[in-house]
């Protein structure tokens, strides 16, 4: 069972979905429906954070598209105590992310061992923090990072968030069909 902002069970994997899918639904925008999700989504799963990125086209760099953050976490984003590790290794980490800046996208996603940024969330003590790459019918498009103090999301959840984030991964290859004609 998923647990709201409040700590109180309540909220079931289904309910996530609903609430996610719904509110992209609503959306105009990939920002809309990056801002959408991340409103939805967080607060269920008592995340601190959350923030979709983009792949860019040249497959390298990764672009935010839309970030949220808790209420009582530092302005600093990439903060919520993560920030020193992430200093040396991108720069966006010193002021946090917003849309339009770009990280390595190996920083995201496992190449060779954990992705950087994951694991300096873990170090963190954000154990609960996990990535999930957005695919719609072929390469990844984009990642979502959630950072998350406890125990890794259950199974129910993760697929929850999943099965939403296609929806995330079609407004994705969307807006890059659209920038990319003439």
């Known amino acids: 069972m998923l647990k709201r902002d409040t700590g109180r069970a309540g909220t079931s994997a ?19 429906a990056a801002s959408s999700f991340l409103r939805e989504v967080c607060p269920r799963i008592v995340a601190r954070r959350g923030v979709v990125w983009a792949v860019d086209a040249d497959e390298i760099t990764a672009r935010c598209v839309g970030s949220w953050q808790h209420a009582s976490a530092p302005v600093a984003a990439s903060g919520v105590v993560i920030q020193p590790s992430w200093a040396s290794a991108d720069a966006s980490a010193e002021s946090g992310e917003s849309p339009g800046d770009t990280v390595p996208l190996r920083s ?28 719609f019918g072929g390469p990844v498009v984009g990642v979502l990072e959630v950072w998350r103090a406890g125990s890794p999301l259950d199974l129910e ?12 991964a079609y407004w994705l290859r969307h807006d890059a069909a659209v920038m990319a004609s003439p």
Do not use: D, K, N, Q
């Open 108 to 135: 995201l996603l496992p190449t060779e061992g954990a992705p950087t940024r994951l694991v300096a969330a873990h170090a963190a003590g954000m154990t609960g923090s996990g990535t999930f790459p957005l695919r």
């Open 157 to 168: 959840t993760r697929r929850a968030i999943e099965t939403a984030a296609v929806c995330l």
């Open 14 to 32: 289904l309910e996530l979905l609903h609430a996610a899918v719904t509110a992209m639904a609503a959306a105009s925008s990939l920002p809309g």
